[in-house]
């Protein structure tokens, strides 16, 4: 393990967040390379507490795993996390366009296991979209960034408003209402945001619009509470197209649990392991 933040060297910035720098580093004494994110821990920010409280108790092969909290000066966290090799799907995205079906299900699955574990342990992220998706060139894929995650507790009401925080093109239609939101199904906004992420890796852009078009967030809150969807893509599988009319039912009593999905067919279209191409083999 690291015991001492002074043990650890930076080599190079990972990431810029809205919450904080993520490098990667050095851990000296074993040669080992983690990642470390540095945030603001002070009363204007809560989004550290809550994230170093989540990672601190989370344990989860599908999770991004925390390897200590440091705080280097007074007002700053500095987070060591297991590093992700391969960047965020994201920037993976970015790279080499669109995936295949079979890779998509892949990431399905992998997904769908952390929001289970997560949901289990009484966590919804909030904030699920492919760059807070971590993956290594083995294609493994993890959840990370916690950073407006919450854990529900019984006491927690609509009044809590978590309807405003993370990222609103990936919203579900009853966090944008917030008139309709309450802690009932307060974990199907996960599946919601994770619908949407998994649409986008297919067609290459944000799904709900033109590709190229850079609409308002107004825009994009009236397409997914009020607007009409563009049609899956017809190219997709019938089990693909089913799971995301299952993640995208707009009101939340109806749509698909995580445990559910991780029955639907078209988690079981993975595929020989071999038969995906490897981020390793992705340019980035
Ligand atoms: P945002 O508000 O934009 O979502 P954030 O400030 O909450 O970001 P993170 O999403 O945790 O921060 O990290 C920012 C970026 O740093 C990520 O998008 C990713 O590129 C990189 N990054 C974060 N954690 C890791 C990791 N464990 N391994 C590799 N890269 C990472
Ligand atoms: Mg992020």
Known sequence: GVGDFYDLEKLCVLGHGNHGIVYKVLHKPSSATYALKI????????????????????DSPFVVKCHGIFEPRAGEKAILMEHMDAGTLDTVLRANGPFHETLIAHIAYQALNGLSYLHACSIVHLDIKPSNLLVSKDMKVKIGDFGVSRIVDSGMTSHD?????????????????????????????????????????????????PAGKRPSWMEVAMVICFGEFPSFPKQASQEFRSFLKCCLEREPSKRWTVSQLLSHPFVRMQGEPNRLLPFAQISL
């Open 39 to 58: 945030v603001q821990d002070d009363i204007t920010n809560s989004s550290a507490s809550h994230e170093t409280e989540i990672l601190a108790c989370t």
């Open 161 to 209: 408003n978590l309807g405003s925080q993370g990222t609103y093109a990936y919203m579900s239609p009853e966090r944008l209402d917030s008139q309709t939101f309450g802690s009932m199904y307060i974990y199907a906004g996960d599946v919601w945001s994770l619908g949407v992420t998994l649409w986008e890796l297919y067609v290459g852009y944000f799904p709900f619009f």
